[in-house]
């Protein structure tokens, strides 16, 4: 039987952090027979700055794209509970598809996503991440 494949969406600012490879455990360990495929691969980001160089309107609709075509998603909060926007974006992309789509909390309780839950706006998301580009 073929691993199903789990998008773990997470916020920037968890990539490369303990927190980071504790949700990756976490995932492991509550989905039997999984790949986990993590926004932060290096070939991935040179895919979203390939798409930003060459002018695209929403470079980020790459992890979108991705959360559709994966078995499973699983989007991670804040440490305060709150979804990003991108990792909201991403959940419903892949929940639009009919796709098993979970949230994670910091703490690592898992719960099913609702594209009815509240998220941060672009601004709040870019303000926590100190992003200026979304």
């Given amino acids: 039987m073929e691993n199903k494949i789990v998008y773990y969406a997470h916020p920037i600012t968890h990539y490369n952090t303990e927190h980071e490879i504790k949700c990756e455990k976490s995932i492991r360990e509550k989905f039997n027979n999984v790949e986990i495929f993590n926004p932060n691969m290096k070939w991935l980001n040179r895919v979203y700055q390939n ?3 060459e002018g695209h309107e929403k470079p ?10 994966a078995d499973i998603v699983v989007g991670c909060t ?8 991108g990792v909201f974006g991403e959940c419903v992309s892949a929940y639009s598809e009919g796709k098993e789509v979970y949230i994670m909390f910091y703490d ?5 996503f609702s594209p009815m839950i509240e998220s941060l706006t672009i601004e709040e998301t870019k303000e926590r991440t100190n992003r200026k580009e979304m």
């Fill in 51 to 53: 798409r930003k160089d």
């Fill in 60 to 69: 980020f609709g790459i992890f979108q794209e991705i959360a559709k075509v």
């Fill in 78 to 85: 804040f440490e305060d509970g709150k979804l990003g926007s």
């Fill in 108 to 112: 690592m309780t898992l719960c099913l």
